[in-house]
């Protein structure tokens, strides 16, 4: 005789995750009667609900078109016979973020997480574009376990300035590193601050952002063509309508997150990040939400994938488009199948169907001139090459396909900062001792460091070099760059210098050898005396007294984990990605 199951059946729709009050069914009637306060009918409340993650906000102009997305996404829900609930959550923006954005990206992963368990969801739309958003709610999303969908919020509108196209934020730094060089004045550099960044939405190029909506895409975590519509347009707002009925679909078959992020879904994430030119902090990103569920980012294994995977998508900052044209020339259907002889076309999305199936039933292909083909790429290897040597024990990464070819076999004297600190105080000062074929080395602004390990890394050009016409330098640091940015500069060294990684023992005058073709990035300093230099001055791991710095510090892990709370991190071990 069958032994029968004594715990009572899981509750969904606004039945589940009751609120304890010894009484279920007073807790379910106590929360019917608030519910119903707001108007809602009985047969309302026994639809399917939809959680919808809203981080429209005031300080993030990339999710300016929150609300009309929100009406997209409800009508779409409605459609599918579900029901819409909307809730907000921490929103992040780059330039509104103190100290900076990564310092808040697990906070508002926690957020994420904790607001879909505590709350009553079939299923879970998340609304997310601007850099830290994404990757923050697929780390909550995964924790919670819950059928999950992404929602991008697009990119921006390209401008014009006196006839030039110009978009966020290549554009920025190219016209601030001319107004720093002395190129142009005041006046112009005012002029086109109004025209970089022409509508709301996310930045125009292969920067993070759009480098973590075409990863989510890759993933099967969106609809397909969710990644490249322009915030502004009506093709996104029908994605999110399409989304919407999706989520309702996704939690009648319990389609649960972690049957689409699979080991085959991140090898396909990170073949794309190779692929597009993809921004650097993407490594760092999918290492965190890979953690989550499990699974450590091989980042051997993935500079071995790099060598056989070319750039394909001619996108600022590796090429000459945007968003918007990436978005013309068909969007991911484009480059996915161009690419997918290297994927794992076998992998689960969130429409139920495979990524293979996705493809078939995507427009056929047409002429374009923005994803290139594997016989005629922007680059002959992924965007992305790992280092590792003296330096870095733990690896460091470079953008080889943003870089000056001329400095990939660079050997040069270490000018050093100690911190953003004192690189702010002196990098423009004439009395700077500094030349172009110097390599400038800048500490502490790794994960504990900064703390938050902030986009530094794109170290300025000094003043008195750019004003002569210098226009690239070899770089290092353990912090991040944006990846709208561009130019010879390695990242992510690791372990960082706050925690007495090598870098922390780094002299002016030393000599740095970087030979990206051998993927090292050398100190030409003995063992002994970098061992003599660190017992010399022993390095203080920061910490604060109290609150959520506190935790952070006490907490957080280096790049190659993704800069992710260590106890965030899932406890099944899964083994690494990409697998040899």
Same mark, same amino acid.
């Given at each position: 005789?069958?032994?029968?199951?004594?715990?009572? $059946?899981?509750?969904?729709?606004?039945?589940?995750?009751?609120?304890?009050?010894?009484?279920?069914?007073?807790?379910?009637?106590?929360?019917?009667?608030?519910?119903?306060?707001?108007?809602?009918?009985?047969?309302?409340?026994?639809?399917?609900?939809? %959680?919808?993650?809203?981080?429209?906000?005031?300080?993030?102009?990339?999710?300016?078109?929150?609300?009309?997305?929100?009406?997209?996404?409800?009508?779409?829900?409605?459609?599918?016979?579900?029901?819409?609930?909307?809730?907000?959550?921490?929103?992040?923006?780059?330039?509104?973020?103190?100290? /900076?954005?990564?310092?808040?990206?697990?906070?508002? !992963?926690?957020?994420?997480?904790?607001?879909?368990?505590?709350?009553?969801?079939?299923?879970?739309?998340?609304?997310?574009?601007?850099?830290?958003?994404? $990757?923050?709610?697929?780390?909550?999303?995964?924790?919670?376990?819950?059928?999950?969908?992404?929602?991008?919020?697009?990119?921006?509108?390209?401008?014009?300035?006196?006839?030039?196209?110009?978009?966020?934020?290549?554009?920025?730094?190219?016209?601030?590193?001319?107004?720093?060089?002395?190129?142009?004045?005041?006046?112009?550099?005012?002029?086109?601050?109004?025209?970089?960044?022409?509508?709301?939405?996310?930045?125009?190029?292969? %920067?993070?952002?759009?480098?973590?909506?075409?990863?989510?895409?890759?993933?099967?975590?969106?609809?397909?063509?969710?990644?490249?519509? $322009?915030?502004?347009?009506?093709?996104?707002?029908?994605?999110?309508?399409?989304?919407?009925?999706?989520?309702?679909?996704?939690?009648?078959?319990?389609?649960?997150?972690?049957?689409?992020?699979?080991?085959?879904?991140?090898?396909?994430?990170?073949?794309?990040?190779?692929?597009?030119?993809?921004?650097?902090? %993407?490594?760092?990103?999918?290492?965190?939400?890979?953690?989550?569920?499990?699974?450590?980012?091989?980042?051997?294994?993935?500079?071995?994938?790099?060598?056989?995977? @070319?750039?394909?998508?001619?996108?600022? $900052?590796?090429?000459?488009?945007?968003?918007?044209?990436?978005?013309?020339?068909?969007?991911?259907?484009?480059?996915?199948?161009?690419?997918?002889?290297?994927?794992?076309?076998?992998?689960?999305?969130? /429409?139920?169907?495979?990524?293979?199936?996705?493809?078939?039933?995507?427009?056929?292909?047409?002429?374009?001139?923005?994803?290139?083909?594997?016989?005629?790429?922007?680059?002959?290897?992924?965007?992305?090459?790992?280092?590792?040597?003296?330096?870095?024990?733990?690896?460091?990464?470079?953008?080889?396909?943003?870089?000056?070819?001329?400095?990939?076999?660079?050997?040069?004297?270490?000018?050093?900062?100690?911190?953003?600190?004192?690189?702010?105080?002196?990098?423009? !000062?004439?009395?700077?001792?500094?030349?172009?074929?110097?390599?400038?080395?800048?500490?502490?602004?790794?994960?504990?460091?900064?703390?938050?390990?902030?986009?530094?890394?794109?170290?300025?050009?000094?003043?008195?070099?750019?004003?002569?016409?210098?226009?690239?330098?070899?770089?290092?640091?353990?912090?991040?760059?944006?990846?709208?940015?561009?130019?010879?500069?390695?990242?992510?060294?690791?372990?960082?210098?706050?925690?007495?990684? @090598?870098?922390?023992?780094?002299?002016?005058?030393?000599?740095?050898?970087?030979?990206?073709?051998?993927?090292?990035?050398?100190?030409?300093?003995?063992?002994?005396?970098?061992?003599?230099?660190?017992?010399?001055? @022993?390095?203080?791991?920061?910490?604060?007294?109290? %609150?959520?710095?506190?935790?952070?510090?006490?907490?957080?892990?280096?790049?190659?984990?993704?800069?992710?709370?260590?106890?965030?991190?899932?406890?099944?071990?899964?083994?690494?990605? @990409?697998?040899?």
């Amino acid at each position: 005789m069958k032994k029968e199951d004594p715990s009572p $059946p899981k509750q969904d729709g606004i039945k589940a995750g009751l609120t304890s009050y010894g009484d279920e069914g007073f807790s379910l009637f106590l929360r019917k009667a608030f519910i119903k306060g707001a108007g809602y009918t009985d047969d309302a409340l026994d639809r399917p609900v939809i %959680g919808i993650a809203n981080t429209g906000s005031a300080y993030n102009p990339c999710h300016g078109n929150a609300p009309a997305l929100i009406e997209a996404l409800k009508r779409g829900i409605m459609l599918a016979g579900g029901l819409p609930m909307d809730f907000p959550t921490i929103s992040v923006h780059e330039s509104f973020s103190q100290p /900076t954005s990564m310092y808040l990206r697990n906070l508002m !992963s926690i957020d994420t997480e904790e607001m879909i368990r505590a709350q009553p969801m079939d299923a879970v739309v998340l609304i997310g574009g601007c850099d830290k958003t994404v $990757p923050a709610q697929l780390m909550g999303a995964a924790s919670a376990g819950i059928p999950a969908i992404q929602l991008i919020t697009g990119s921006m509108l390209t401008g014009s300035h006196r006839g030039e196209r110009v978009g966020a934020c290549t554009d920025c730094r190219r016209y601030w590193a001319r107004f720093r060089a002395m190129e142009i004045d005041a006046a112009e550099v005012a002029d086109v601050n109004n025209q970089l960044v022409a509508s709301v939405g996310t930045c125009s190029v292969m %920067g993070t952002a759009s480098t973590m909506a075409c990863i989510a895409e890759a993933m099967g975590m969106t609809v397909p063509g969710g990644a490249s519509p $322009p915030a502004v347009t009506a093709d996104r707002m029908r994605i999110a309508e399409r989304t919407g009925t999706q989520a309702v679909q996704m939690a009648r078959e319990k389609l649960t997150i972690d049957k689409v992020l699979s080991a085959e879904s991140f090898e396909n994430a990170l073949r794309v990040l190779l692929a597009i030119g993809g921004s650097t902090n %993407g490594i760092v990103h999918l290492a965190a939400i890979a953690g989550r569920l499990g699974f450590d980012i091989d980042l051997d294994a993935l500079d071995r994938m790099g060598r056989e995977t @070319p750039v394909l998508l001619d996108l600022k $900052p590796s090429g000459q488009h945007y968003m918007e044209d990436f978005h013309h020339a068909g969007g991911m259907a484009t480059l996915l199948r161009e690419l997918s002889p290297l994927l794992h076309l076998d992998a689960m999305t969130v /429409t139920g169907r495979t990524l293979g199936e996705e493809l078939d039933n995507a427009p056929p292909r047409f002429e374009q001139d923005v994803v290139r083909t594997a016989a005629n790429p922007i680059y002959p290897q992924g965007g992305i090459a790992v280092l590792r040597g003296n330096l870095a024990p733990g690896g460091a990464i470079i953008k080889q396909s943003a870089a000056d070819a001329r400095l990939m076999e660079h050997e040069g004297r270490a000018v050093v900062f100690a911190n953003a600190a004192d690189l702010a105080a002196r990098i423009d !000062s004439d009395d700077l001792d500094v030349e172009a074929g110097d390599v400038l080395v800048l500490k502490n602004i790794g994960p504990k460091g900064a703390p938050g390990m902030p986009e530094a890394g794109y170290i300025p050009i000094p003043k008195k070099l750019a004003r002569s016409g210098v226009k690239d330098m070899v770089r290092i640091s353990d912090g991040r760059m944006s990846g709208t940015a561009f130019g010879t500069i390695v990242l992510h060294v690791t372990p960082e210098s706050a925690i007495g990684g @090598p870098l922390a023992y780094v002299q002016n005058g030393d000599r740095i050898r970087l030979s990206v073709a051998r993927r090292e990035i050398t100190l030409l300093v003995s063992a002994a005396e970098i061992e003599r230099r660190a017992a010399l001055a @022993p390095v203080t791991v920061p910490s604060a007294p109290r %609150g959520y710095r506190k935790l952070f510090l006490q907490t957080v892990t280096q790049a190659d984990k993704g800069v992710d709370f260590e106890f965030l991190r899932s406890n099944e071990t899964r083994g690494s990605v @990409p697998r040899k």
